[in-house]
């Protein structure tokens, strides 16, 4: 199968060449594209020095316009399996064959990269904890179905989950929205666990105050997205 990494950068230019390094040592068989969402620092420069595969969005989208953006370049370039993967450092590479090898074993279409399985390595601050496990519950109360890392930005879809992802994917913190948009459409989501590290340099995206927007915002749309189905 044709497999690819796509991953959504703002300002990363202190990150990237590790994520690219990390990806060509342990993960040789995935091709990869950079989406870089208007970047104001040189995330674009250092692209283009070290020849590296980008798509250079001018403005800046937020991040689920510019993985929707990955999304339809695999989905024309005619590529099976799609893997969400921060470009911060915070993912390791080490970790896609055994997603892949979890997607094939179970037929799953998306399989996540959890970080609440094993409970090991970065676990983000305690306040978005408590948010995941919030989102987590109201998924499961809606659902029926259980997703512990919910917000896991490490995940790989394969071609019928990137067709639905390219016409509607969520403009801003669009993992729990998407995950409760598959289960309602049927599709088998699996959780492996992983490992994951603390941002190498930068800030999140999102305060503590953004925290709590966050999850309100989030709950309305899963709600939302539910009812969709009846």
Excluded: W
């Excluded at 991040?63 to 005619?78: D, E, K, P, W």
């Excluded at 749309?221 to 539910?226: K, L, R």
């Amino acid at each position: 199968m044709k497999k690819i990494v796509i991953i959504p950068a703002y300002n990363e230019r202190n990150n990237l060449t590790g994520v690219i390094n990390d990806l060509k040592i342990n993960a040789p068989d995935f091709d990869y594209v950079i989406v870089n969402d208007g970047s104001t620092d040189d995330t674009l420069t250092l692209c283009s020095k070290h020849n590296l595969n980008v798509i250079n969005l001018p403005v800046n989208l937020g991040i689920g316009a510019s993985v929707q953006t990955g999304f339809i370049y695999a989905l024309g370039n005619g590529y099976d399996i799609a893997v969400q993967f921060d470009g911060d450092g915070q993912h390791d590479a080490k970790y896609l064959h055994k997603m892949y090898d979890e997607m094939i074993k179970t037929n799953s279409d998306m399989v996540i990269g959890s970080r609440y399985i094993i409970k090991d390595g970065f676990q983000s601050t305690k306040l978005r904890r408590a948010g995941i496990r919030i989102l987590s519950k109201l998924i499961k109360i809606l659902h029926k179905q259980e997703i512990k890392d919910v917000t896991s930005g490490l995940r790989m879809i394969n071609n019928k989950v990137m067709e639905a992802f390219v016409q509607y994917y969520p403009y801003d913190y669009p993992e729990p929205e998407t995950i409760a948009l598959c289960i309602r459409k049927k599709y088998k989501i699996t959780e492996v666990p992983v490992t994951m590290r603390a941002r190498n340099e930068g800030n999140s995206s999102i305060n503590s105050i953004q925290s709590i927007y966050y999850m309100l915002k989030v709950s309305f749309s899963i709600i939302v997205d539910f009812f969709k189905k009846l």
